[in-house]
Every structure is written in C-alpha cells, then in structure tokens.
C-alpha cells in the first residue's frame, strides 16, 4: 500500500500521489505532513533542494485551503522564477484531479503583469511569487493579504541572499497575524534566524540533515592543481575522465562563465552558458537544452543557476571556490536530488586548499582529495567507454539489412581484430592524440605519495556472471560503500569474482558489502591476500589491457598494476 495512504488525506490528493508514483514520504515529508495535517502551527524546516520539500509543503497546503472558496488563501514566496514555476507546476500536479476547483496562479518578474493580474482576479487560492513581483501586485491591491492563511517562505536563505530582505520585511508585516508560516531553508545564516524570531511564533523546528550541512549522498571531491593556468586543463581532464557526465559548471564572475563556456566549446564540448547578461529569452532558451540533455555541460554563476531544478545531475564542479561558504552547499545540492547521488568537485590551487577545510566545517562533511587524471588514464577510460558502447548499442536489424550485404563485402579482406582495431581507433585516436604526451597537472607538494600508493586489494565474489563489468561494478561497489567511484581502483572483474583496491582508510567502509546480498547470494568480500590460491583457479573473462599501459607517462600516479591479476 502507498505509504501517503497512512496520512488523513483527500482521496483526490491520495490519486494524484499515486500517479506521481510517490511511494513513501521522504524524510521531510515524513515530519512536515503529519504535523501540518494535525496542527495549525508555525515551522522552520531546514531541508536542502532535492529533499521533497515542495511536496512536504504543499500536500498539507491542499488538504487544508477550502476549495469551495476562491479566495486567496496561501501564499508561497521563492527567490526565483523558475522556482516558482516549478512549484505552481508541482502543485498543480497534485490537485489534477481537482483541477475545475483549485487554481494555482505562479507570479514572477520578466512577465507581463497584466495577465498575472488577470489570472488572480479570476480567482487562486494559491499563489506562488518571488518577492520583488508580489510587492508590486500588493502595492496595487491585487493580491490581500489579510485572508492568507498559509504562508511558504521557500529558500529563504536564498531569498536573503539575493536581496530580498526588505521586500520579505514588508510582506510579512502585511499578512494578518491568524496565518500560520512556513520556513524552508537549505541553511541558517542570522538573517534567516532573524526572520524566524521577529516573525514567527512557537515554530516547530524540523530538520533534515545538520544545519549548513551538504546532502549525504554526495561525494565531495577535490582536485590540487600546479598553477591557476591549469584549470582549464584541469577541468577538461575531469569531464573526460567521466564520459557520461552531465553536469553544471559554477564560476565566479559572468565573465569566465562565458570565457570556459566558449572554450569548451570551441574544444567540441557539448556545453553552454548560463548568466545575468543573457537575455531571459537566451537564458530560457540554454535552460530548455540543458533540462532535455540536448547539452551535457551548463557553465553557470551562481545568481543565474538560483532555482535550477533539473534531475540527474552528476556532477557539479566549482571551477572556481565561492567565497561564501554556504554558496558551495547551493551548488553541491543541484545534484543527488530525488534520493539519487551526485559528485561535487572543486578545483583549487594549493592556496586556495586551506577554503577545503573551513568547508568540510561548515558543511560537516568530508572532501576527499582526487589526483586529477593523467593523459593515459583519460585515455584508457575513453577507449573502454567507447568499446563498452559499442558492445551495448541496440542495433536496428530492419533498417540495417539492405546495406549489410553490401559493408560485409568491403570488409571481407579484414579479420575480425583488425576490424575492430580500425573501427576503435577511427573514433578514438582524437582523443590519443590530444593526451599522449599531456603533462601531469596535479600539485604533489602537499601530497603524501606513500599513502597515495598505499592501497589495500580486495577480493569480492561478485562477476561477470553477476551481470557486472568493472564500470558497473564499481558504481555498485561504491553505491553499497558510499566509497566515492574514483577511489575504487584497479577493478578487475572474472567471471565469478573480482578484485579491486581501496585505500586503508576506506577498507571498514567496503567491509560494509558482507552485510548485504545479491541476487539472494551473500555477498563476501576479503583482502584479496587471504584469498590468494582460490583467485588462482579461476582466472578468464577479466578486462584486457588497453595496452596503453606501457605508455604511462607520469609517474607520481599509482601504476596501474594489471598484471598483479595473474599471480592470483
Ligand atoms: P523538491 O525537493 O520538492 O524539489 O523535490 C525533488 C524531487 O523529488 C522532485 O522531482 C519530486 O517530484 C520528487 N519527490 C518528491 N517527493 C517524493 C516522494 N515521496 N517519492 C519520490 N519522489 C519524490
């Protein structure tokens, strides 16, 4: 049964959660809901984007306005307009089969006024705005405040951020004091605390998470580079080396936003920018590419990427380091949403290593440090890309038959090894050419080689006949550990096992996988020299040598060891 289904719901709210597919309340949902169902009360909910806040606030939101009525009755204030667009379409969703009786009108500067003034005079019982927008349809008494029963402040810390205290101040002093106000915030910065004291009454404090607190399920990363003239080096290193990334990129000043953005994509990246001096148009229109994948990289600052909402986000890479640290968690939080998990990246220079530490403070959260990848290891992880797409795509018989006869003559003369040396390479030696020789950028004074190298090998009874090869093994490693990807090394996977290494530091984490189970076989895992003679009977299956190997140019990286397999 659908867990909302516990909750004293509407019917019509219930059938809406269930074709949203909502299965069980999210942990914010989980304290907002009932508590709201049950009292007319104030509340500061300290939950992240991503988190099920909307929901959390606007299933109680439907269940308490009167539908017969059309007057205003609640009232939810977001820094940005996408934002507000988002949660009218939310919300909107959640009263679909109310649809004749609820009306939920979104208000938001950049628009025409008159028709937002139209659609509330034909009457809303909810409206969500941003603050500068609201203050003007107050000013001409279109919106009352006087009947609002409900008011969402949404982001409040975001609103605070981008100016809008005066603007709130006002807002609030307005609503009649019968309202009951609900605070969401991703963090508590004094400005948020002092609302939540002038205004608010006996608020009952819920959290999700510490205060200031980045979301769990991102893994924090951070790469050291030699010199500032490297991170555009740096930054193409970490998106190659993720070849599915999907990501946003967040620099400091409009100006470099535009400057990487056209870089990478004069670089071929599929990629666009995102700031203040674009036009609305031009900014909705990156937007739209952005959420429908038709781009993989958004280069953002951070005004202009407030309220981005899109899902799946992988990475989010602050090219530069904000200077206000609660900026970083707004960026982190733009990825892992919906229960998903994300990387956040940093790239820093040696003296900008000290802001890791006050983050890891302020955030609660650790950051480990990656070496940015060598020229071979892009390289390497490119080609098994390639191959592992090649291997995977859906080929279309019907369409391809007419032609097939005619190909399969012209390449009759090749064996098969040559064949796929040749189609391999065509796609591939871009890529090796731009890397061979490309030099080692990591900044090694601060790093303690010895510990780097040191690494502890696994053996782990999951295989090829799991299902798994070494990238999707990894990810499921590091999902089952919450060891982040990058630091599960040298994966090698057999038919019925494999190895790979961790770092010692990481080995109580990945002891975690004896607990679990897959596909009803418990899953064992041990240091891989306990297991030396049963290793060695297997054998078979495992990934290749690229046979780039030899060619490995740095050596401050921890080789590779792909023979080491064979002595097992
Ligand atoms: P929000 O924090 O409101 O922006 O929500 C983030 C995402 O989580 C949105 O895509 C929602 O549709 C989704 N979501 C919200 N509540 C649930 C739930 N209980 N189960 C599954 N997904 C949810």
Redesign the pocket.
Known sequence: MNEFRNYPLNEWILKAIDD???????PV?QQTIPLLLEQDTDVIALAQ???????AFGIPMLQKIDIKSRITQALIIAPTRELCLQISN?IKDLSKHQRDNINVVAVYGGANIETQIKQIKQGCQIIAATPGRLVDLIDRKVVKLAEIRILVLDEADEMLNMGFKEDIDYIIEQTSQQKQTWLFSATMPNEVARIAKNYMYNAVEISVGNKNAAASNIQHIFYTINQNKHRYLALKRIIDYSPDVFGIIFCRTKIDTQRVADMLIKDGYSADALHGDLSQAQRDFVMKRFRNKSIQLLIATDVAARGI?V?NITHVINYDLPDDLEVYTHRSGRTA??GKSGISVAIVTSSEARKIKDLEKFAKTKFHRSLIPTGIQVCEKQLLHLVDKIKETAVDEENIKDFLPLVLERLESLSKEELIKKLVWEEFSRFYTYYQNAPDINNMKDVDVSSHRQSVRLFLNLGEMDGFNWQSLKDYVSDVTSIPNAFIKNMDVKKSFSFFEVSPGDLDKAMRMNDGHFNNRAVKLQKAETVKKEGGSGGGGGRKSSGFGKRRSSSDQKPRSRNRSRSY
């Open positions: 949203l597919g909502y299965q069980t309340p999210t949902q984007t991503g988190t099920g806040k909307t929901a939310d909402d899902d949403r919906a």
